[in-house]
């Protein structure tokens, strides 16, 4: 179905819809633009399959790399849309979760300020990548210089080590990644470089020996093993293809007049941030979507991290990030919501967290108590899940709206209700839900089926609102 043009647009709002382009001071006002919310919300959904988004894909630099279970960049286009028709006030946006910066990208295109936060060194690179501005023909000859520089590079020393170098590339494959690994290290401007490590990143997924049909670390077949692509081609056609997205991004926000020659007029911060931490900033309006389970249930976005990591030089994301971060494939995963525990954070005891959720208590007492673990890991990730939604309401200014996009997993043939949970919990720190729309997902690589848990299919973009105080 085609799409309104709320998505790529403004929507156009009648005498009866409320604007809030000063705060609303009273509760009466506020449930006044909630009506509202709900009523562009009914309006937009021209069908039962809309939010599904079925016909549409991700564009623009969104495109860069292929990290799990990306956001629908339309689908949180139009729901930003929305609610800045209802708050034309909104200025500063914040993502927690950021992933690969979708909610960054589209919070570029409206020109607010934006703050993107992970836990995963790959998903910042990813976001830091969004952010870079120069000229696209200066980010061509740099990829041109790349590949060349990289062609002639006759050494057949392998730039990295790590174990399993040897199980997940061939030695031809080590010996280009590593020439084009050399060959970016000599571009002058981090930000170009940032820009060409997603694209080594990206050659990196497609030429290992790893699946590309799961996130997690499989073994290709020998038979596609033997046809993989070597890196320096695989990386010219996937560079200049990302310079093609990037200079339909840029011309896009050359449209939406954000840019003044290669600098955006709003503010930009990304960085690592744990988000079962208090983020410093103050935000008007928060857009995201945390996992939906440990990642070894769900998606495994450090695992999925790990092989392009080893190849990119981690000082160009973040100085502080050392290689204890890529230690092992599992490390990033476990030091993510639902992993093992890290100093400093105190899991909340099982019945004041189960109290708080009465989804929760009746969920995990539905659960089988063998295998042992099975309770205590659902318990886990709740107790991270409330950690960060208590940071995150700290950090939510009064009457701003938190849009999430969630899913439900399976665990042992049981629903986990994590639009609930989360729903119940954000109730104890002054947040309240407006809505809640399901949509189905077409196509999303999660876990596909394991002994733990089984696909996930549908979607629930909940809209919750934080009380004045």
């Not at 647009?9 to 506020?30: C, M, N, V, Y």
């Given at each position: 179905?085609?799409l309104?043009?709320a998505?790529?647009g403004?929507?156009?709002l009648?005498?009866?819809?409320?604007s809030?382009a000063?705060p609303?001071?009273?509760?009466?006002s506020?449930?006044?633009a909630?009506?509202?919310l709900?009523?562009?919300i009914a309006?937009a959904?021209?069908s039962?399959?809309?939010?599904?988004?079925?016909?549409?894909r991700?564009?623009?630099?969104h495109?860069?790399f292929?990290?799990?279970?990306?956001?629908?960049?339309e689908?949180q286009r139009?729901?930003i849309?929305i609610?800045?028709q209802?708050?034309?006030?909104?200025r500063?946006?914040g993502d927690?979760?950021a992933g690969s910066g979708?909610?960054l990208?589209?919070?570029?295109?409206r020109g607010?300020d934006?703050?993107a936060y992970?836990i995963n060194p790959l998903?910042?690179l990813?976001?830091?990548s969004k952010?870079?501005l120069c000229?696209a023909k200066?980010?061509g000859?740099?990829a041109?210089e790349?590949?060349?520089?990289a062609?002639?590079?006759r050494?057949?020393?392998?730039?990295v080590?790590?174990?399993?170098l040897r199980?997940?590339f061939?030695?031809?494959?080590?010996?280009e990644?590593?020439a084009?690994r050399?060959?970016?290290?000599e571009?002058?401007?981090?930000?170009?470089r940032?820009?060409?490590w997603?694209a080594?990143?990206e050659?990196?997924?497609?030429t290992s020996?790893s699946?590309?049909s799961?996130y997690?670390l499989?073994?290709?077949?020998k038979?596609?093993r033997s046809?993989?692509p070597?890196?320096?081609?695989k990386?010219?056609?996937?560079v200049r293809?990302?310079?093609?997205l990037?200079?339909?991004?840029?011309?896009k926000?050359?449209?939406?007049?954000v840019l003044?020659g290669?600098?955006y007029?709003g503010k930009?911060r990304?960085?690592?941030?744990?988000?079962?931490?208090?983020f410093a900033?103050q935000?008007?309006l928060?857009?995201?979507s945390?996992?939906?389970?440990d990642n070894?249930?769900?998606?495994?976005?450090?695992?999925?991290s790990?092989?392009?990591?080893?190849?990119?030089?981690?000082?160009?994301?973040?100085?502080?990030?050392?290689r204890?971060?890529?230690?092992?494939?599992?490390?990033?995963?476990n030091?993510?919501?639902?992993?093992?525990?890290?100093?400093?954070?105190?899991m909340?005891a099982?019945?004041?967290?189960?109290?708080a959720?009465?989804?929760?208590a009746?969920?995990v007492?539905?659960?089988?108590?063998?295998?042992?673990?099975r309770?205590?890991?659902?318990?886990r990730f709740a107790?991270?899940?409330d950690?960060s939604?208590?940071?995150i309401a700290?950090s939510?200014?009064e009457n701003?709206?938190l849009v999430f996009?969630?899913?439900?997993?399976?665990?042992?043939?049981k629903n986990?209700?994590?639009d609930a949970i989360?729903?119940e919990?954000?109730?104890h720190?002054?947040?309240?839900?407006?809505?809640?729309?399901?949509?189905?997902i077409?196509?999303?690589?999660?876990a596909?089926?394991?002994?733990?848990?089984s696909?996930?299919?549908?979607?629930?973009i909940?809209?919750?609102r934080?009380?004045i105080?």
């Amino acid at each position: 179905m085609s799409l309104p043009a709320a998505v790529y647009g403004s929507i156009a709002l009648t005498a009866t819809q409320p604007s809030l382009a000063r705060p609303a001071t009273d509760e009466q006002s506020l449930q006044k633009a909630d009506r509202g919310l709900r009523k562009l919300i009914a309006e937009a959904t021209g069908s039962p399959e809309y939010w599904s988004f079925a016909t549409v894909r991700n564009d623009y630099s969104h495109c860069y790399f292929r990290y799990p279970a990306m956001m629908v960049a339309e689908m949180q286009r139009h729901l930003i849309s929305i609610v800045l028709q209802l708050q034309p006030n909104v200025r500063t946006l914040g993502d927690p979760f950021a992933g690969s910066g979708t909610i960054l990208l589209e919070g570029m295109f409206r020109g607010l300020d934006i703050h993107a936060y992970d836990i995963n060194p790959l998903a910042i690179l990813l976001c830091k990548s969004k952010a870079v501005l120069c000229p696209a023909k200066e980010l061509g000859a740099a990829a041109s210089e790349v590949i060349a520089r990289a062609g002639k590079d006759r050494r057949v020393k392998i730039a990295v080590q790590f174990k399993g170098l040897r199980k997940w590339f061939s030695k031809r494959a080590a010996i280009e990644l590593s020439a084009l690994r050399r060959a970016i290290q000599e571009v002058e401007q981090l930000q170009v470089r940032r820009f060409l490590w997603v694209a080594l990143g990206e050659t990196v997924r497609q030429t290992s020996k790893s699946r590309t049909s799961t996130y997690k670390l499989h073994i290709r077949p020998k038979e596609e093993r033997s046809r993989l692509p070597l890196p320096i081609a695989k990386f010219t056609e996937v560079v200049r293809e990302n310079v093609k997205l990037y200079r339909r991004t840029r011309q896009k926000l050359v449209r939406s007049k954000v840019l003044r020659g290669c600098r955006y007029q709003g503010k930009i911060r990304v960085g690592m941030h744990d988000a079962r931490r208090r983020f410093a900033a103050q935000f008007d309006l928060v857009v995201t979507s945390p996992p939906y389970g440990d990642n070894q249930s769900t998606v495994p976005y450090g695992q999925s991290s790990f092989l392009p990591l080893q190849w990119i030089d981690l000082k160009d994301i973040e100085p502080q990030i050392s290689r204890n971060w890529i230690r092992t494939a599992y490390e990033i995963d476990n030091r993510s919501l639902g992993g093992q525990r890290q100093r400093g954070i105190l899991m909340r005891a099982e019945e004041e967290i189960m109290q708080a959720s009465p989804s929760l208590a009746r969920t995990v007492r539905a659960i089988p108590k063998k295998p042992i673990d099975r309770r205590r890991k659902i318990l886990r990730f709740a107790s991270d899940v409330d950690a960060s939604l208590k940071a995150i309401a700290g950090s939510a200014k009064e009457n701003a709206y938190l849009v999430f996009t969630l899913g439900n997993r399976r665990v042992a043939n049981k629903n986990i209700p994590l639009d609930a949970i989360v729903a119940e919990l954000f109730h104890h720190y002054g947040v309240k839900q407006v809505l809640s729309i399901e949509r189905k997902i077409p196509s999303k690589r999660m876990a596909t089926r394991n002994r733990i848990a089984s696909t996930i299919r549908k979607e629930q973009i909940a809209i919750f609102r934080k009380n004045i105080a």
